[in-house]
């Protein structure tokens, strides 16, 4: 049978940068492996920048969204029915930030896939400087996807003081709490650079499998979720980096949590990845010029006064 593994982590916590670095790991042991981008958005910006990976040992797929949850979970089964007979040896699943983890496991135990799959291990990549206030929906889903992990992978460490990644350890008790979850994290947290992660390291994490944990399920989690897209936006690196900085530091905005997308600048592609306390901008070899805000309760139509874009054409 072909083992699923889960990446999983809210929004901005580094999914798509351990993906990257598990992937070519697992290659390098001589794995056949699927990388299944499913995203709730109608672009799916992540699944540009594994574009690198492509080759003899490594393909991608794609599930976008721009559908009901109902849909989507639909999209989600026919998508991985279509990969049960190409001869993976794993599939690498890395789904939204903001994604309900009981749909994986409810997924995987459908048939006819638990005749094809079985889930192999629940990732959960969690930001060492995790905010100490989030929003109720925020902290259960932090909760919920490390509620199941089979380890839970510190990102930033070595940008985050002791005393932050120790504030991070005290908020995950707390979202725990609220969701009347008893089970213990500390001995499957893994809190350390990721450069120096060791091949001991990865035979944990590939060893790591989940561990289901009983929780209370909030209802409608991800209805107060909402992404802002815009194509074709035609700005300089400057201008850009000035219009996402001002959009991030205006509260009539809403609750920003994360804006990624790409630049096109001249013969080059710069990625994008900025939150309210970082901004990174780098160059990558593909890219498509989309730009995505998400966050809760956004301003829709006052985010687009930045960027002088009224509605989205697909």
Known sequence: MVKVDLITGFLGSGK?????????YLIGKGEHICILENDFGAVNVDMLLMQDLLGEHCDLEMVAGGCDKDCHKRRFKTKLISMGMRGFDR???????IFDVD???????????DQWYEIGNVIAVVDAKLPDEMSENADYLLASEVAGAGVILFSKVQEATEQEIERTKAHIGRAMQRIKCGRQLADVMICKDWATLSEEDYQKIMASGYKPADHVKLSGEQDGFQSVYFLNLGMTEEK???????VLQDAECGKIFRVKG????EDKWLELNAM???MTVKEVEKGQE???????????EKIRTYFGQKELTL
């Not at 790409?262 to 600048?265: A, L, M, Q, V, Y």
């Not at 730009?291 to 956004?298: A, D, F, K, S, T």
């Open 240 to 246: 850009m980096r000035q219009t996402v900085s001002a």
């Open 290 to 300: 989309v730009l995505i805000v998400i966050g809760e309760e956004l301003n829709e």
């Open 16 to 24: 798509s940068t351990f993906l990257k670095k598990y992937a070519s």
């Open 276 to 278: 309210q306390d970082a």
């Open 91 to 97: 599939v690498l699943i890395e789904p939204s930030g």
């Open 262 to 265: 790409f630049i096109r600048k």
């Open 103 to 113: 749909e994986f496991f409810d997924t995987l135990r459908e048939e006819p896939l």
